[in-house]
């Protein structure tokens, strides 16, 4: 088993060092990671991982800013995951920070360590134990804040 991770310079801590540290407590599977500007570059970072690397599950880790135009890149970004998805049939579990959902610095390095973190589990479960996975459906996962819990009548 093979799992990719690919981060970028653009964010504003090291959430490919954190993927792979969380990584490493939960799976012995081997980890390929690369890092690329941007993240417009992450679709075809991923994709090759899948199909050049061999990578079975692949993390893009990314920060998009807090402009207009940073939303607009976050949202051309997010098409090619998903779309490098669909070309490889892989999962590609994208793991944006926007940078304004922190109030402060301090926040958003927390924010941008915790949520790399939270899906560095799931990629693992995704990966090694569905079941697992399912045994968590519709109880309000969030990835870095606090979970939502399920809904109550
Ligand atoms: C405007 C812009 N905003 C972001 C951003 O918010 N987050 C990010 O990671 N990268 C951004 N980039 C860079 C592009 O994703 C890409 O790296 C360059 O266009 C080079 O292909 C750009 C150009």
Redesign the pocket.
């Known amino acids: 088993m093979i799992i990719g991770v690919a981060d970028?310079?653009?964010?504003r801590a090291n959430m490919g060092a954190f993927a792979v540290d969380e990584l490493k407590k939960h799976t012995s599977a081997r980890i390929i990671r690369v890092t690329?500007?941007?993240?417009?570059?992450?679709p075809v970072a991923a994709k090759k991982l899948i199909e050049e690397e061999k990578c079975d599950i692949v993390m893009a880790l990314?920060?998009?800013?807090?402009?207009d135009?940073?939303?607009?890149?976050?949202h051309e970004?997010s098409q090619g995951i998903m779309m490098a998805q669909l070309m490889t049939n892989k999962h590609i579990i994208e793991v944006f920070v926007h940078?304004d959902e922190a109030k402060d610095d301090a926040e958003l390095a927390w924010l941008l360590e915790q949520r790399t973190r939270e899906h560095a589990v799931n990629a693992v479960l995704m990966l090694t134990r569905p079941q697992d996975m399912t045994k968590l459906a519709g109880t309000g996962q969030r990835q870095g804040f606090a979970d939502a819990g399920p809904a109550r009548r």
Do not use: R, S
């Not at 970028?8 to 964010?11: E, G, R, S, V």
């Not at 690329?36 to 992450?42: E, F, H, I, M, Q």
């Not at 990314?62 to 402009?67: D, F, I």
């Open positions: 970028t310079t653009f964010a690329v500007p941007g993240v417009k570059d992450l990314g920060m998009p800013g807090g402009k135009q940073d939303k607009i890149c976050a970004a940078e």
